[in-house]
């Protein structure tokens, strides 16, 4: 079954710039979630394709990874411009590591319809969850300055099993 997981977060009201490596975070430090990425708990399927769109422009080129697991990673919460610890996030969650996506913005629309986004197709990763969830955390790649309280949407396109 084809579905369109989606995930919308509000950024913490600070225009901090954030170095690469650290850790684009909910307000709540949570991991990202991916709600019903199965039909039941240990299903799976095929990532196809995944979606960033940003709510603002202000860092068009702006580059970030996205990490996904199958269970939440068994480190502390992911807080917003905490650095990622990239041994500690692949050897504590290794099992639960699924794999992650590159994304670099560019601009659409005109006006004040405009976004930033980008879209990464033929993916063709498989999954397993845990408990029907798959879950994420976005990490810069490069130095990025970012809106107050900017509104980041990721969408995976995923076939389930």
């Not at 009201?13 to 690469?20: D, F, K």
């Not at 490069?142 to 076939?159: F, H, N, Q």
């Amino acid at each position: 079954m084809i579905d369109v997981l989606v995930c919308q977060f509000q950024r913490t009201a600070s225009a901090t710039v954030y170095a690469a490596g650290q850790i684009i975070g909910t307000a709540g430090g949570n991991y990202i979630n991916f709600n019903n990425a199965s039909s039941r708990g240990g299903g799976g399927g095929y990532l196809i394709s995944a979606h960033l769109i940003k709510g603002s422009l202000r860092e068009t080129g702006a580059s970030f990874r996205l990490w996904l697991y199958s269970e939440p990673p068994l480190v502390a919460a992911a807080a917003d411009y905490a650095n990622f610890d990239t041994q500690a996030f692949t050897n504590n969650g290794e099992n639960l590591l699924l794999g992650y996506v590159d994304f670099v913005c560019n601009t659409v629309g005109q006006g004040t319809s405009q976004k930033a986004l980008h879209f990464v197709n033929n993916i063709n990763m498989a999954y397993k969850t845990g408990n029907r969830s798959i879950y994420g955390v976005l990490v810069c790649t490069a130095a990025y300055v970012p809106e107050v309280s900017e509104l980041i949407t990721l969408k995976l396109l995923v076939d389930q099993f």
